[in-house]
């Protein structure tokens, strides 16, 4: 693999600045601890600055949709209008003031609960697609605990089932969680291998 100075200058500034962090998480060294603290707040910082460099970005990409009158610029002049907005009354009334939190509860919460009605009904779908095409032990247990978990959460006046309630709450919160946390267990285990790699200069996110 060729290498140039200007990659061997990145890999080195990274590994250095990886490992002073992940030594403050175990040794307690006040310097240390201080220099840490420094590596993180910049780290803070420059997530603020690509934030703001992201947002200016999505402003321009669609005003120039605008302008040169693409197709669907009525969305991307909604977009901008409601940037305009929100960033406008975030920066002068602050974002706990009333019309922040009109805006969040109006306007956000309303958006986000037909996006997730929207994704109820795809995946609903798919189920369906899934269980007409392919159909194995994992495709019935599968549609069959969706079919169930949905039944089970109508109620109906002075009508239960024995043992309904228990069988929900089991699969709610201890089956589903078991899997929740064991697909956390292979994001951390997944960030972890990439982050020694990246400590090691195999994988250099940060330019070549």
Known sequence: ??????SSVFASIAIVAGIIVLLG???????????????LQWALILTAVALIIGLINLFRVHLRR????????VFSLTLLISLVISLVISS???????????????VIVPIE???????????????????????????LIFVGTAV???????????????????????????LSVAGARGILLGVALGTIATGL????????PYGE
Request: hydrophobic residues 55%; positive net charge.
């Open 1 to 6: 693999m060729k290498l140039s100075i200007k």
């Open 25 to 39: 998480y175990f040794v307690k060294v006040p310097a240390l601890l201080d220099l840490r603290a420094i590596l």
């Open 66 to 73: 605008i302008i040169s009158g693409e197709k669907g610029k």
């Open 92 to 106: 002068l009334f602050g974002l706990t003031s009333a019309s922040s939190l009109w805006i969040y509860n109006f």
């Open 113 to 139: 609960a037909s996006l997730m009605a929207i994704l109820s009904v795809v995946l609903v779908y798919a189920a369906a697609r899934l269980f007409y095409k392919r159909v194995s032990p994992f495709t």
């Open 148 to 174: 169930f978990m949905l039944i089970s959460t109508f109620t109906l006046p002075d009508f239960e089932i024995p043992g309904l309630m228990s069988l929900r709450v089991l699969i709610s919160r201890v």
């Open 197 to 204: 790699r990246i400590l090691m200069g195999a994988d250099r």
